[in-house]
């Protein structure tokens, strides 16, 4: 019955790494992926530039790592960054480590890294059945003995099942549904007894009131600090850039507030955003730096004032918000009228009301439970023979490579 010894279910991150990793042990192993080709997401991560990890210390890296990192702790503690950067190299692509810990290929292309990823899983000769759904995954006595599937050729739908001693699901989350991940797996693994955590979108751009942001859509802010309150309780602060659009809000810092925040407004919580301006100035030095604005332009409006302070693309909010007209002579501004200005740079405050849809989102949040999978093995506790990999386990990470060294620490695991 058993023609494979193992059958990886998606052709990812997690299931490439997965599928060679097994054969390179001996093994006959088929790999099956839904779309046309491997590696669709791996091949537009990082801006196209595929940031496979970050040098960080592995307890810095696990503390990152929701709801919990510990559990990576054994498949680190075998492949980890370092174990990752010199299996890159040694399938001919060099890497270089950019700020903030971040490694990306020397090359800058994702797709070649995929093309390398891929060729090296060939010629440890994996068979690779693209074109081709899992449906359902079968079991005997409780023992996992193949899949099933629908196998798209010449546009015609084939039903056909494959059997193997072990079956590693790689089919990632339910984040860029156009790259295949579609969230198949949690209701295969929901199938076979495996509670999933709600799984919900995460590393995402952030909604507000269409009517108070669309002015501003376009504006790109840099060295900016963003506080996000959850029902009146400071809870995240990140510096950095970040931009709006037509919708709200997006860029690095948000992004990575964003889990917090959708959590929170599953509860349907309250969820503010204070974005500070000038965070490099305490409330002191930015009202003296205001004053001395005010005193040096004190023949001019309010609005050159705020021409010295504030891209041009903010100051017609800015002087909504802060209701002074704008053709006040700076001179007639009164101090009251100054420490306004001062706290609206130091605190415009923006209620969230939702999150852009997996489609947008890097990753998804939650998924099979810890409890039930083995750290050691990735091996399911529930059914035998059952080994799960990379998104589809409830964990996820900030934006910096970790959620690609997650994907391909435990596939390593798994394959082996
Ligand atoms: C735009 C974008 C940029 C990103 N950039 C980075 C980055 O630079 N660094 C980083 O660390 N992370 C990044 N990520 C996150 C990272 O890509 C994922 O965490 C990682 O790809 C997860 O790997 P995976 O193999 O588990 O899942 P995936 O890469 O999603 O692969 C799952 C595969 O399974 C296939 N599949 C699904 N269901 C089935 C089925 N029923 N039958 C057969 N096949 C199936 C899918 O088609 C897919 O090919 C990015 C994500 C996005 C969306």
């Known amino acids: 019955m058993s023609n494979y010894d193992v059958i990886v279910v998606g052709g990812g991150a997690a299931g490439i790494m997965a599928a060679g990793r097994s054969a390179e042990n001996g093994k006959n192993v088929l790999l099956i992926e839904k779309m046309n080709y491997l590696g669709r997401k791996l091949g537009i991560t990082g801006k196209g530039r595929c940031n496979i990890t970050n040098s960080i210390p592995l307890d810095e890296f696990i503390a990152k790592v929701k709801p919990d990192g510990e559990f990576l702790k054994p498949a680190f503690s075998k492949f980890y960054s370092t174990e990752l950067i010199n299996f890159f190299n040694s399938i001919g692509v060099k890497t270089i480590l950019e700020r903030g810990g971040r490694v990306f290929p020397e090359s800058g292309k994702a797709v070649e890294l995929v093309k390398n990823?891929?060729?090296?899983?060939?010629?440890?000769?994996?068979?690779?059945?693209?074109?081709?759904?899992?449906?359902?995954?079968?079991l005997k006595n409780d023992t996992v003995i193949g899949v099933k599937t629908i196998v798209i050729e010449n546009g015609k739908e084939n039903r056909i099942s494959f059997y193997g001693k072990k079956v590693i699901v790689a089919t990632g989350g339910a984040s860029y549904p156009a790259t295949g991940s579609t969230g198949d797996g949690y209701k295969l693994a929901k199938s076979l007894g495996h509670k999933i955590n709600p799984i919900f979108p995460s590393l995402v751009p952030l909604e507000i009131d269409k009517n108070i942001v669309k002015p501003l859509a376009g504006l790109e802010l840099k060295n900016v600090k963003a506080t996000i309150f959850?029902?009146?309780?400071?809870?995240?602060?990140?510096?950095?850039?970040?931009?709006?659009?037509?919708?709200?809000?997006?860029?690095?810092?948000?992004?990575?507030?964003?889990?917090?925040?959708?959590?929170?407004?599953?509860?349907?919580k309250n969820v503010q955003l204070v974005i500070d301006l000038k965070p490099a100035l305490s409330e002191t030095k930015l009202d003296n730096r205001i004053a001395r604005d005010i005193e040096s332009l004190k023949k001019e409006n309010y609005r050159m004032i705020l021409n010295k302070l504030l891209p041009k693309q903010l100051i017609p909010f800015f002087i909504k918000i802060t209701q002074i007209d704008a053709s006040k002579m700076a001179s007639k501004i009164s101090v009251e009228e100054r420490l306004k200005i001062r706290n609206t740079l130091k605190s415009i405050r923006f209620k969230i009301t939702g999150s852009r849809p997996f489609s947008e989102a890097i990753i998804t949040a939650g998924g099979v439970d810890l409890k039930k999978i083995n750290p050691e093995t990735m091996e399911s506790k529930i059914v035998k023979n059952l080994f799960f990999a990379g998104e589809i386990l409830d964990l996820d990470a900030p934006t910096g490579g970790y959620n690609l060294q997650i994907a391909f620490s435990t596939a390593w695991i798994a394959g082996s």
């Open 117 to 138: 990823f891929t060729n090296w899983c060939k010629s440890k000769n994996v068979s690779i059945q693209t074109n081709c759904q899992v449906t359902d995954i079968l």
């Open 230 to 268: 959850i029902e009146g309780k400071l809870t995240d602060v990140e510096f950095g850039e970040m931009n709006f659009t037509d919708f709200g809000v997006s860029g690095p810092i948000i992004l990575s507030l964003s889990r917090k925040v959708v959590a929170s407004l599953i509860e349907k």
